[in-house]
């Protein structure tokens, strides 16, 4: 037998961070594009940024430094709150995979 979890925030009743959009914002801060991270996800950089866009609209804070294309291309960084926040539900991810691990060993004795 197998303990299945996923965990999303929310706000107001709406999701507001969960498993993708932390996967999407990592990719951007490994390789500074919006663009790559979203190919690395399987969307577009229009569904990217949409979604970036609808998270710092529901939290009212910027995730992301975005730095316009030019001669010496454009890129994107997390913020202060952006790295908080990744962190955050890393920490919280993990205690909770611990938990119901520790749980699961439990259930499987019986």
């Not at 009743?13 to 932390?22: E, H, N, S, T």
């Not at 690395?40 to 950089?45: D, L, T």
């Not at 202060?80 to 993990?94: A, E």
């Amino acid at each position: 037998m197998e303990v299945k979890f996923k965990i999303w925030l929310e706000e107001d009743g709406k999701q507001v961070f969960g498993d993708g959009i932390y996967r999407l914002l990592l990719f951007i801060d490994r390789y500074g594009s919006i663009n790559q991270a979203a190919q690395k996800e399987n969307m577009s950089y229009r569904q990217a940024w949409g979604k970036i866009k609808r998270i710092e609209t529901r939290l009212n804070k910027k995730l992301l430094d975005r730095k316009i294309g030019g001669e010496s291309g454009g890129g994107a960084t997390l913020t202060p709150v952006g790295r908080k926040l990744v962190s955050n539900y890393k920490k919280l991810t993990k205690r909770i995979e611990k938990e119901i691990e520790d749980i699961s060993e439990e259930i499987s004795k019986l």
